[in-house]
């Protein structure tokens, strides 16, 4: 193949798109392109780099004494400079930043010359900490690499890239502590991203769907998290951590149902606060999923399960409510649904106008004309709200769903019903594995070493192994035990 017709041939693969550049130069009698996307690439790093460079070559007459492309290959400056193996990659570098040197249709390689098109490092946005860092991961493959690095400084601290998706080519790396991963887990998590063949990966959260087997609907077995101190703090557990280019969120794999009940200002904060923390936590957890299926199991079968004072007061604020307790709280829980899924979408300045109309205007409204009774706007309040402590969208979204089924069994069976939903809820959750892991670790099994850091938060001093789950060796804070 000619150069020309080399030339012709991005053109047309590329569909002559205005944003391709085709510059063409003559050095000694010999033709050389460069090739670039102007809209991915620094106009400034290609004048100053490259440009300049072989302006001063030709300006200057220099005695060429070996080929074209041995020559810049070598004097060109550029602190990523690699050769071009063939069609496919020549494309491909072209749509990751790289400015294409041509010198002949066999001798190309490529200068990287990205163009700065993501923000800069800024506050976490949806996981607020009061004591720890503030920096948060951005789009920027390299900087969330860096900010991992920054507070990893171990040699063993190793990462695999993969290039995702077969049009977008995303760049997908697995990072991991050599010395402290377990090699299984590594290896299965690297089948399953090459195991990955869809179009395109635009978030990490196409990334976390593909690797959630089949069965997981509801509870979360990958943790997003935009923290780069909770990302470091898992990597140092045993975990591994997927980095995505163009999102700022990062996969931590494999997680238990425990990890969702800890934050990073766990580890913050002395520890007679953080159990205290977590207690409430659990309790939310299960005032969030239990509350409303009480609520109808007591005021439609079992009434003898309260005091004859609170059940003639149920019933007097019920008198003018021409629904079913079921009809009720549906009605009050999609209501709740729909406001926070508006508050969320709106932008900021009208966020806090809509949580105000909806709580205050239309739940005193509701229940002045005679639609809902004061109790349920209070039930159903204090299990939304226990629903929204925990920062991930997986685990609330869970919650949700596992509050209707016990509404459910509820409305069927009473109090038996909550018995029977809650055997279903513990098969469920001792069903699932986290890459092979039991979910319920450390609890079930019962891991004796690790209940310090479970529910009960411990003195680090006290916490001396890593979970066997996770790490390929039992190491005692720095030293082998």
Known sequence: MEMEELIEKIKSDTGNTTDMIFRKMIIDQKPLYLVYNEVLTSSDDINNFILKNIAQVIDEKVNITTNLYDFFYNSLPGHNIAKVKDYPDLLNRIFNSYTIIITSPTEIFAIETKARLDRGISEASSEQTLLGPKDAFTENFNINLGLVRKRIKSS????????????????????????????????????????????????????????????????????????????????????????????????????????????????????????????????AFLIAIFVPAYYIAVTTHNHDALSLDLVVNFTAQRETVPFPALV???????????????????????????????????????????????????????????????????????????????LGFATIFGIYGIFLGTIFLIIQLSSIKSFGKPYLAPFAPFLKGQQKDALIKSENAGIKKRNPYLASKNIIRGRQS
């Open 328 to 406: 009720e709280v549906l009605l009050m829980s999609i209501t709740f649904e729909i406001l926070r899924e508006s508050d969320a979408r709106m932008p900021s300045t009208m966020g806090t106008a809509v949580s105000i109309l909806g709580g205050l205007v239309l739940g005193d409204a509701a229940v002045s004309a005679g639609i809902v009774s004061p109790i349920m706007i209070i039930v159903v309040a204090i299990s939304a709200i226990s629903g929204l402590l925990f920062s991930s969208i997986e685990m609330i979204s869970a919650i949700r769903w596992w509050r209707f089924f016990f």
């Open 156 to 283: 063993k601290l190793w990462f695999d890239t993969f290039l995702v998706g077969q049009q977008t080519k995303t760049k997908v790396g697995l990072c991991y502590m050599k010395n402290i991963a377990e090699e299984k887990t590594i290896k299965d998590v690297k089948k399953k991203l090459k195991d990955i063949s869809i179009d395109g990966i635009i978030d990490s959260g196409y990334i976390k769907e593909s690797l959630t087997s089949r069965g997981q609907q509801f509870f979360p077995t990958i943790m997003a998290t935009e923290r780069p101190d909770l990302a470091s703090m898992a990597l140092l557990e045993g975990k591994i951590i997927i980095i995505v280019d163009n999102s700022p969120y990062i996969l931590i794999l494999p997680c238990f149902f425990v990890d969702f009940f800890h934050t990073a200002d766990d580890y913050y904060q002395k520890p007679i606060n953080i159990t205290f923390i977590r207690i409430i936590r659990l309790l």
